[in-house]
């Protein structure tokens, strides 16, 4: 239901079903063929600004081969550095992405992702079908709109959060790193 319900919504979407044969056998990016001189696209060579779901209720038992743990290192790159390398058979090219992932899963995530959140399902939720369509419409224009607002955060809000993150470093100097702050900046901006 969540696939559909972004489908309808998003204006650019992708499902990527992560079962063990996929992972395995598909090449998720891109690739260089020199005996056709052409660059073979990838899975995830998306466009800018489309919302990937990466499905891991796909995945089974079973190992990774050498393709599929590439495959894992690729998806990990974009979702933690926006950033995809290119493969030309001797060396790799990383170039930027811009793609919303969301990654529904039924226990852990095998990936690294920023944000966690545990989803109960529920039998009487409404999906976007129940939606008309100037609604749909209505709350497309809303989340691309929202995605190009300017974001900025005023000096003593800028200050509060410095103190902030400086309490928290005191209190937990292992667990708290620059990282986890620009974390805390991102899904603040959300």
Do not use: W
């Not at 052409?38 to 990774?64: C, K, N, V």
């Not at 995809?84 to 899963?105: C, E, K, M, R, W």
């Not at 607002?149 to 809000?157: A, K, Q, R, T």
Request: hydrophobic share 40%; proline share 5%.
């Amino acid at each position: 239901q969540l696939a559909a319900a972004l489908g309808q919504i998003v204006p650019k979407f992708y499902r990527l079903p992560m079962s063990l044969e996929n992972l395995n056998k598909h090449v998720l990016r891109p690739k260089k063929d020199y005996s056709s001189n052409r660059l073979i696209t990838g899975q995830l060579q998306l466009s800018d600004g489309t919302f990937l779901l990466l499905d891991e209720t796909a995945l089974t038992e079973g190992q990774l081969n050498e393709q599929g743990i590439a495959n894992i290192v690729a998806i990990n790159s974009v979702l933690s550095q926006q950033r995809l390398g290119y493969d030309f058979q001797y060396h790799s090219i990383d170039f930027p992405t811009n793609v919303n992932a969301i990654v529904i899963s039924e226990g852990k995530s095998i990936l690294q992702v920023d944000c966690q959140v545990p989803i109960l399902p529920q039998a009487d939720v409404p999906t976007a079908n129940a939606l008309s369509p100037i609604q749909l419409d209505a709350l497309r224009r809303y989340l691309t709109a929202a995605q190009r607002i300017e974001y900025d955060l005023p000096d003593n809000v800028q200050t509060h959060l410095q103190e902030d993150f400086v309490a928290m470093r005191k209190e937990h100097p292992e667990a708290v790193t620059a990282d986890t702050f620009h974390q805390l900046l991102l899904v603040a901006r959300l």
